[in-house]
């Protein structure tokens, strides 16, 4: 696929390494000179069929290696040579597109969930398809015949179906074809030679780059280019000359195998033939030359003992393998390249993109398919990070375990090549089985164990309750080892996919059978993910009507299940219902599984059904347009009714409703989910009309009649994978057919069972087909906070619709309150609905909004006595909520708080904003309206504050202001719960409050009993409470004597810091007490002394505590705070001297320092320059 060891000559271009066969004779010429280059038919619009010689050189130059034909018939005439020669080069340029650009698509090929990654590629114009075809046309002519010739459907398939950017080598080689640059095009044998010039750009001036192609059976087989580009892909140059032989074969000289020439000449020609060659050529072949005539010339030689002589242009030995040129050693260095790069998108996209070239090669029946998958599996099992993974015990990302499932359902297609040859299915199993020993192998579900069964064995399984340490270890490629054991020899399969009109007599349809449904159609009774599988494998190797064949008769297999699950449910149901809970379940689910087969399924059925208009292109820019789909009548249907696109649908639902517990691990679980969303994506796509619509309903109502089998049924398993998605999409799809089966159906799959309290024994269950019990266990659901949200979604998709339908709207709030447990989830809810409800261009819808009142309670009601960081927005949006509601809302919010609200969110939030002035203006009310309000909020206030003094006794006050008798009660529950349960800060904060409304007396004997709460320590002189200290000390002087003689005891008592009191102490005798005018109180106007009460305690206090505070400061001092501390004692001195003995007093205090610690001698030196 790439240009192999391409070399780089200056003046030459050297051979490829092509077949180098011997060459004995020359086949003998027939006579005259044969058709060759300049003969055919002139360009005409009708063409003659092609001629009996054409039709079997076509057929030989596919199927069989030259060197067959030679050794087959004695005599070849030159003619049939030359027809054989002319047909060998490839005909489609699908398969040059192939090996030049990341995707080919075939018109309504999906190229597999990989392939939507891949680069698509932009087609040939139609103009130059036609081009084309005209001159392949012409070719036909000059090659001996017309009809189907290289070129002619060729191209224009090609020109339909390839294509990507124009920078990829596919478009760059047409366009070099297109504008002339391909040029001294030879054809000699099985090589093909020319130049390809690229023109000059604005930095780059033009460039003639030599090519040689080595060609056998219709494939090249190798490759070189003077370019020197290496990559996967062959480059533009190669492109374009090889479409120059497919699109213009008529202007190509052909000539034979260079040995065929050699054979007509006689010595002398020979001689000269060397000679001129050697001469065009002697700086590079003239060593090469001598050497060879030593060895010619010398008797015992190697060369000597060799009959005949290689020729390159002679074409492929027998031995030789018969593959298109590959780059191994590109494809290995791109792979690891792409796998070092980690996980950038841009790598996994292409990675992805070699998934679907691999596809693309299966489909096309090319070996490479296989040789390139094991290219790539090699190195990602040589990738350097799975021995990490393994030694941390880290599981690997996701996007690399998805590429890794890839890989193993590459394998499982591979293997299950229905013409594959048993030596090579046994050579893939020894591979399989060789990189499934290593232990840096992944695992098939990530780090656990697998409970699914192998690929070949059906449920149910026995001792399920086996250890996880005991169960076998499966690998990726487990299923692709197991799928090396199926075969598709099965006589009943055969018929099956090889005949539309398989059916049994009409006289043995009476009574059971394994093969047939009532109707006579065939059946497949295989594992389905097996089953699924082969579809799969058919389809990728480019069998489309035997995957199709295949694939109906698996849901015929599916349908007859279903019919007798629920004949089996009837018996079981009275029962069922009784208990109300069941153990029967799958345990193998069909969605999120290992090979897809519902996707298969789907993908197989829809392709045929698809629209896609050959005339139009891809061209790779903006977002892909959705595929349509028309209806296409299922081949050999007996009555004709049956759609490949409704069987399409049908068989999507019955996967997504199939009822299956949640598998164990994050990735599992993880791809059941993201399964389930592709699989909804590609219903989404498709237009529905009234067959399709009757499929949904018909299905929809079976899965809700289905019991335990089903995920909708009536009665499920406690671990079933919840059904929320799926039945979105059933209520989305089926709303405006049939609203009541879809009420019914998202109504049904609500509930989320595994978050339900502990279920009984349940019902022991009757095992089925594909059905088995499950033993009680617990595993984590590691996607449960994703299923949630999914559950949330299908709610609020059912509010919308019921928005203005009462009876709906409380059915679907029923079941919101019954089913969903998650306060967040509610809280989205109900804010989805009040938006839904209030437009801003309309009224609002009361139904709704009362609504999402309910859900807004219930949220409250839920979180009351949880933590939720989302709380006060919650609360925040309620009062909103209500107030659009409105007055009757409110008043119920503030009459019921206790349930929903705790005192500080009701008083500071709820009873606030309902107070504002902004939500009396919103609700417009009058007068009794506005005191019915105020009165339900202050009797809120009242309550919370008896409930909650610390943190709601301010806002009581706050919003009892207007009402004389409510503020008293609030003031009295303040002053009662002062000495148990409030603080100093709010006992202040209160007290503040009080002198601001104008009552300073309340706010001082708040402020008192704050005081008897406090206690400052000695060197606390930044404590917090000190302003609130020194204000109510102000409070109380501003009072007058009497307050201040009062609060001076508890400043003494809880106060012990020297430079507070001394602070205190100053502010005191600055101004007289009593200036805060109170009535009835007179004022002296006198300063007061600190020699009389009550400054004389404060004084005393202060002084003392300036004593105890030099003791505790000395007994751990450090030389670098002395400074600090001498101005400490500056500042104790002057509270000293205010004393009448004060300067005796402190002239005592400094003796005693400087006896007690005359061993610090530098500072008390300091003490002595200061105060002597």
């Not at 909520?881 to 409105?886: H, K, M, N, S």
């Not at 349960?981 to 007396?1001: C, D, K, N, V, W």
Request: net charge neutral.
């Amino acid at each position: 696929m790439a240009e192999g060891r391409r070399e780089q000559p200056s003046h030459h271009l050297s051979l490829p390494p092509a077949s180098k066969r011997p060459c004995l004779r020359p086949a003998p010429r027939g006579p005259g000179p044969g058709p060759g280059h300049g003969s055919g038919f002139p360009g005409c619009r009708y063409r003659s069929p092609e001629s009996l010689l054409d039709c079997a050189a076509k057929a030989v130059a596919e199927k069989w290696a030259f060197e067959r034909v030679e050794e087959r018939f004695e005599r070849i005439p030159e003619p049939v040579q030359r027809r054989i020669v002319y047909w060998s080069f490839p005909r489609n340029e699908k398969e040059i597109c192939m090996y030049s650009s990341f995707q080919c698509r075939v018109n309504g090929e999906d190229g597999s969930s990989s392939a939507a990654a891949a680069a698509s590629v932009v087609a040939a114009s139609s103009a130059s398809a036609a081009t084309a075809a005209a001159a392949s046309g012409a070719a036909a002519a000059g090659g001996g015949g017309g009809g189907s010739t290289p070129g002619t459907a060729s191209t224009a398939g090609a020109a339909g179906a390839v294509g990507t950017g124009d920078g990829l080598p596919f478009r760059r080689g047409i366009r070099l074809l297109e504008t002339g640059c391909v040029e001294n095009v030879l054809q000699v044998g099985f090589h093909l030679s020319g130049t390809v010039t690229e023109p000059a750009t604005s930095s780059e001036p033009e460039v003639t780059h030599k090519v040689a192609i080595s060609f056998d059976r219709c494939k090249i087989t190798s490759v070189t280019c003077g370019c020197g580009n290496r990559d996967i892909f062959y480059c533009a140059h190669v492109v374009a000359l090889s479409l120059y032989r497919i699109r213009k074969p008529e202007q190509v000289k052909l000539r034979l195998p260079i040995s065929e020439t050699l054979f007509q000449m006689n010595r002398d020609q020979l001689q000269k033939l060397v000679q001129y060659l050697i001469t065009a050529h002697h700086t590079e072949v003239l060593p090469t030359a001598q050497k060879l005539a030593d060895e010619i010339l010398s008797s015992n030689s190697e060369i000597n003992q060799v009959h005949g002589a290689p020729d390159p242009t002679a074409g492929a030995s027998i031995d030789d393998d018969n593959c298109w040129h590959l780059d191994e050693d590109q494809v290995r260095e791109q792979v690891k390249q792409f796998l070092s790069q980690g996980g950038y998108y841009g790598s996994g996209k292409q990675l992805n993109s070699m998934f679907a070239k691999v596809r693309e090669m299966l489909r096309m029946r090319d070996s490479n398919g296989a040789r390139m998958l094991t290219l790539i599996t090699e190195q990602f099992m040589a990738d350097p990070r799975l021995s990490l993974w393994r030694q941390q015990g880290t599981g690997m990302t996701d996007k690399c375990r998805q590429l890794w499932d890839e890989l193993g359902a590459l394998w499982v297609c591979v293997v299950l090549n229905p013409h594959c040859k048993s030596e090579e299915k046994t050579g893939w199993l020894k591979q399989l089985k060789k990189w499934g020993d290593m232990d840096v192998c992944p695992l098939e579900d990530g780090n656990y164990g697998s409970e699914l069964p192998n690929i070949t064995n059906a449920l149910p399984q026995s001792n399920l309750a086996q250890d996880s340490l005991s169960r076998p270890r499966r690998t990726v490629f487990s299923r692709a080892m197991e799928a090396c054991d199926l075969h598709w020899q099965d006589s009943h399969l055969q018929r099956i996919i090889s005949s539309d009109f398989y059916v049994s007599p009409s006289y043995q349809r009476e009574g059971e059978s394994l093969l047939f449904n009532p109707q006579g159609l065939p059946l497949w009774l295989d594992h389905v993910p097996t089953a699924c599988a082969r579809v799969d494998a058919l389809r990728s190797h480019g069998y489309s009507r035997e995957a199709l064949r295949l694939a109906v008769a698996i849901i015929n297999t599916l349908r007859l299940q279903q019919q007798r699950q629920m004949d089996i449910y009837k018996h079981q149901k009275k029962e069922l219902l009784q208990r109300g809970v069941t153990t029967t379940t799958n345990l193998e689910g069909w969605v999120g599984h290992p090979l897809d087969p519902i996707g298969c399924l789907f993908t197989t059925l829809t392709e045929t059904c698809r629209m896609d208009d050959d005339s139009t292109m891809d061209i790779g820019e903006g977002d892909p347009r959705p595929p349509v789909y028309h209806h296409v009548p299922v081949w050999g249907c007996p009555d004709g009714g049956e759609s490949y696109l409704a069987l399409a649908l049908e068989v999507a639902l019955m996967g997504m409703g199939q009822q299956r517990v949640m598998p164990e691990g994050l990735y599992a679980q993880d791809k059941v989910c993201r399964n389930e969303e592709q699989i909804v994506t590609k219903l989404q796509e498709l237009e529905l009309d009234d067959l399709l619509v009757q499929t949904l309903r018909k299905q929809a109502i079976q899965l809700l009649e289905a019991g335990p089998f089903s995920g909708l049924g009536e009665v499920i398993h406690r671990e079933s994978v919840p059904m929320h998605t799926f039945a979105k999409y059933l209520f989305s799809a089926m709303l405006l057919h049939d609203a009541d089966l879809a009420y019914k159906v998202a109504l049904r799959a609500m509930r989320l069972p595994v978050l339900e309290s502990s279920a009984g024994s349940g019902d022991v269950g009757h095992p089925h087909h594909g059905i088995s019990i499950v033993p009680s266990r617990y595993p984590r659901w590691f996607t449960l906070g994703h299923l949630e949200s999914q559950q949330c979604e299908l709610a609020s998709t059912m509010l919308t619709a019921a928005k203005g339908d009462m009876l709906r709207l409380r059915t679907v709030l029923e079941a919101i309150q019954k089913n969903i447990h998650s306060s967040s989830l509610i809280f989205k809810l109900a804010q989805d609905a009040f938006k839904i409800a209030t437009p801003a261009d309309s009224p609002p819808d009361i139904t709704l909004l009362n609504v999402a009142m309910e859900l807004g309670l219930q949220v409250m009601r839920m979180t009351l006595s949880t933590l939720n960081w989302r709380r006060r927005e919650m609360v925040r949006w309620l009062v909103t909520c209500a107030t659009e509601v409105g007055l009757r809302a409110l008043v119920s919010i503030l009459q019921s708080w206790y349930t929903l609200f705790t005192p500080t969110e009701a008083t500071s939030i709820v009873a606030a904003t309902v107070m504002s002035h902004n939500t009396i203006l919103r609700l417009s009310l009058d007068y009794p309206q506005r005191e019915e309000l105020a009165s339900c909020a202050r009797t809120l206030a009242l309550q919370c504050a008896m409930k909650d003094p610390q943190n709601c006794a301010l806002t009581a006050l706050t919003l009892c202001e207007k009402d004389h008798i409510a503020f008293e009660t609030a003031y009295q529950i303040v002053i009662d719960a002062a000495s148990t349960g409030m603080t100093y800060s709010q006992l202040f904060t209160i007290a503040r409050y009080m002198e601001h409304r104008g009552y300073p007396l309340r706010s001082f004997k708040l402020a008192s009993l704050a005081m008897t709460h406090l206690n400052l320590a000695y060197n606390q002189d930044t404590h917090p409470a000190i302003n609130d200290v020194l204000w109510a000390c102000a409070l109380s002087h501003s009072l007058g004597k009497n307050e201040l003689a009062a609060i001076i005891p508890l400043v003494v008592k809880s106060v012990h810091c020297a430079t507070v009191l001394s602070d205190i102490l100053r502010r005191c005798t600055m101004t007289a007490p009593g200036l805060a005018g109170i009535p009835g109180r007179r004022n002296s106007g006198k300063l007061m002394s600190t020699d009389k009460a009550p400054l004389r305690q404060l004084l005393d206090a202060t002084i003392s505590a300036y004593i105890n505070t030099t003791h505790s400061r000395l007994t751990h001092i450090s030389p670098r705070h002395y400074g600090e501390f001498i101005e400490f004692l500056s500042k104790a001195r002057e509270t000293f001297l205010l004393a009448q003995d004060g300067h005796i007093q402190f002239a005592q205090f400094i003796d005693n320092l400087k006896q007690i610690y005359k061993g610090k001698k530098k500072l008390m030196m300091l003490v002595r320059e200061r105060f002597g």
